[in-house]
């Protein structure tokens, strides 16, 4: 136990002080993220759309999430990775507040695609400044303290939620609203000035830097692109935590609103309690593409779990594999992406690897909604845990691709 704890503890220090601010930065974004897990039964419970509307609109999200990411990224190139995650946190603010007077399909579409959007072209910036605070070995527990921090947020904000929507569904977005205001005054306040290590990194490498040529595009890395495609896949599973699960501890097992809210929010402690952790020790045991194809096994497991399943202990412990999936694969996935970069176009990387997972929030409530519609959840379950299978192979096929650089 002793031993376990020590590992616990290596796994923290080395950190800045800047990655733990970051951390704190999104713990308190977060804590308010009540809006997302809770959006397709407050369309289907509370404005009465069908199912079929409900995907539509949550597809929008996915639209404006994949618009975000690739202009994020290119933003975050141009202008900085300080103004564009500032700008995010502040434009999103009134957004929430207006999000409720949308009662009809089009125009709530039209409202979630916007902020979207903003919202989206934060998390480019925000991996480029965590590899800007961060010292190069310490980059993946970096990427890892912020997804903690994010999870703990998440953790508590659906439980928060689950509250909230049995008083009233306008108190999901007023929170929501308020968190990003205070998270981007936290930002400021601590940011605005703030140095990082890039200038260190230019002065150790500026020999190196000076005869690479020029940065090559995403867009043109083919393996890369690959490498998204299957990021796209086991998103598409993975997201149905945000679409069709609630939806299916609602009409399947007849949850109150706070009893969805507590095992959404199992999955956010599971990841906040496990991932330093686990992730400390697969950067000694195991390379980043073994970790991720792990992660996406896990993944498949998870929902298989589900079929015909009786008990809500069920629910639990497919959440638990599932949390554990995400941890192996999220933090590695953007680790093989900033590194695979070239220092000038880190913002244009974690830009196409955002719209891998952005373009998963646009088909997998669509597909989801509309092979529960037709087919019911088991066949649901069964197909997304092929497709997370499919992305485990394609994972593992590839990694030798990545034993270079791309430039």
Not at 107 to 131: D, H, M, W
Not at 168 to 179: E, P, Q, R, T
Not at 339 to 366: E, T, V
Request: proline share 3%; glycine share 8%.
């Amino acid at each position: 136990m002793k031993n376990h704890f020590q590992i616990y503890l290596n796994a923290y220090r080395g950190l800045s002080q800047p990655a733990w601010m970051l951390s704190l930065v999104m713990l308190i974004n977060r804590m308010g993220a009540m809006v997302i897990p809770f959006l397709g039964l407050y369309m289907t419970e509370h404005l009465h759309f069908s199912l079929k509307e409900t995907g539509i609109v949550l597809s929008f999200f996915g639209l404006g999430a994949i618009s975000g990411s690739y202009i994020g990224g290119r933003l975050t190139d141009i202008n900085g990775h300080f103004k564009i995650q500032l700008l995010s946190l502040c434009l999103t603010v009134p957004l929430f507040f207006l999000l409720p007077a949308l009662k009809t399909p089009l125009l709530l579409s039209i409202g979630i695609f916007i902020l979207s959007l903003i919202a989206e072209t934060f998390r480019p910036a925000n991996s480029v400044s965590i590899a800007y605070y961060a010292k190069p070995q310490n980059l993946t527990r970096a990427l890892s303290l912020n997804r903690m921090a994010l999870n703990l947020g998440f953790s508590i904000g659906p439980a928060v939620g689950g509250l909230l929507a049995a008083f009233s569904y306008n108190w999901l977005f007023y929170g929501n609203g308020i968190s990003a205001a205070l998270a981007g005054f936290v930002f400021y306040i601590y940011f605005r000035r703030r140095e990082g290590n890039q200038k260190l990194i230019k002065q150790n490498n500026s020999q190196r830097i000076q005869i690479l040529p020029l940065a090559k595009s995403p867009y043109k890395d083919k393996a890369f692109i690959i490498f998204n495609i299957l990021c796209t896949f086991y998103s598409i599973c993975f997201f149905q935590l945000l679409s069709t699960l609630p939806l299916y501890y609602k009409q399947e097992y007849i949850l109150e609103d706070s009893a969805v809210g507590i095992i959404l929010a199992f999955n956010g402690l599971v990841v906040f309690l496990l991932e330093m952790f686990l992730v400390h020790i697969a950067e000694k045991k195991l390379t980043s593409f073994q970790t991720i194809t792990l992660g996406a096994a896990l993944l498949s497991i998870s929902f298989l779990l589900l079929i015909n399943s009786a008990g809500v202990w069920i629910l639990f412990l497919s959440m638990f594999i599932l949390s554990v999936s995400e941890i192996f694969v999220f933090p590695f996935t953007s680790t093989v992406t900033l590194k695979r970069a070239h220092i000038s176009n880190q913002g244009a990387y974690m830009g196409l690897n955002g719209l891998a997972f952005s373009a998963a929030h646009i088909l997998s409530p669509s597909i989801g909604t509309q092979i529960v519609s037709a087919f019911g959840f088991d066949i649901l379950w069964l197909s997304t845990a092929v497709l997370a299978f499919i992305s485990t192979i394609g994972f593992y096929l590839i990694r030798n691709k990545f034993n270079t650089p791309f430039k």
